[in-house]
């Protein structure tokens, strides 16, 4: 029998060291990648069985990776390994397509245990996690955050590339169009959300999820 393939996505060095440390007896690892960006074009290179990625990543953040994700590998498992236990959350990663959601504080129990069963068409969070979720949701709805339903996909990742500190130039090489294109997603934002300042929108990034403090 092949040996499951895992694509790992975070960061920080030391983790994805001790996720390899972790998994590499057991599954074939195909890669490791720091950000957003360099993992859809791994994934789109590597056909991985799972990919085990983090929600803050730089470039492009987990969760908007995960929608792209299921394009560019539609049979892939994904598996979020995040120190966020807020259950707003693990519902935006199983919104995303997630067959798995750990806490970075238990993946050291967890991390074979939940590739082996999503692997095999199956579901893993972390215990006791999921049981927090249900009461949650039950009780308020889990409603979407607002720039879900504001903006495109392209001006999420926008957003997030402003609250990065990012230029206006950089942005455009990272997405791979031109500078005044980029001028042009921005200012729809702003009218969008209601914000005229870059002060204003790095503020709502950080609301929104999009990106961190």
Same mark, same amino acid.
């Given at each position: 029998?092949?040996?499951?393939?895992? @694509?790992?996505?975070?960061?920080?060095?030391? =983790? @994805?060291?001790?996720?390899?440390?972790?998994?590499?007896?057991?599954?074939? @690892?195909?890669?490791?990648?720091?950000?957003? !960006? $360099?993992?859809?074009?791994? *994934?789109?290179? /590597?056909?991985?069985?799972?990919?085990?990625?983090?929600? %803050?990543?730089?470039?492009?953040?987990?969760?908007?990776? *995960?929608?792209?994700?299921? +394009?560019?590998?539609?049979?892939? +498992?994904?598996?979020?390994?995040?120190?966020? *236990?807020?259950?707003?959350?693990? &519902?935006?990663?199983?919104?995303? #397509?997630? %067959?798995?959601?750990? /806490? &970075?504080?238990?993946? %050291?129990?967890?991390?074979?245990?939940?590739?082996? !069963?999503?692997?095999? #068409?199956?579901?893993?969070?972390?215990? #006791?996690?999921?049981?927090?979720?249900?009461?949650?949701?039950?009780?308020?709805?889990? %409603?979407?955050?607002?720039?879900?339903?504001?903006?495109?996909?392209?001006?999420?990742?926008?957003?997030?590339?402003?609250?990065?500190?990012?230029?206006? +130039?950089?942005? $455009?090489? =990272?997405?791979?169009?031109?500078?005044?294109?980029?001028?042009?997603?921005?200012?729809? =934002?702003?009218? &969008?959300? #209601?914000?005229?300042?870059?002060?204003?929108?790095? +503020?709502? *990034?950080?609301?929104?999820?999009?990106?961190?403090?």
């Amino acid at each position: 029998m092949n040996r499951v393939r895992v @694509l790992l996505a975070d960061d920080h060095p030391m =983790i @994805l060291e001790g996720f390899r440390a972790a998994l590499s007896r057991e599954f074939d @690892l195909v890669g490791a990648v720091r950000d957003g !960006r $360099a993992l859809l074009d791994a *994934a789109g290179r /590597l056909d991985p069985d799972v990919i085990l990625l983090d929600i %803050s990543m730089p470039l492009l953040n987990g969760i908007d990776a *995960a929608h792209q994700l299921k +394009k560019v590998v539609p049979v892939a +498992k994904l598996v979020f390994l995040t120190m966020h *236990a807020n259950p707003i959350y693990l &519902k935006a990663a199983l919104a995303a #397509g997630a %067959s798995g959601y750990i /806490l &970075k504080t238990c993946a %050291s129990d967890e991390l074979a245990e939940a590739v082996r !069963r999503v692997a095999l #068409g199956g579901t893993y969070v972390t215990p #006791g996690f999921g049981e927090v979720l249900v009461r949650r949701f039950a009780r308020d709805g889990g %409603s979407p955050a607002r720039s879900e339903s504001l903006l495109t996909s392209r001006q999420r990742e926008i957003l997030q590339l402003v609250a990065e500190g990012r230029t206006a +130039k950089e942005m $455009a090489a =990272i997405l791979n169009v031109t500078v005044q294109t980029v001028a042009f997603h921005k200012y729809h =934002i702003m009218n &969008k959300v #209601g914000l005229r300042t870059t002060a204003e929108l790095t +503020k709502f *990034a950080i609301q929104e999820r999009l990106a961190e403090i």
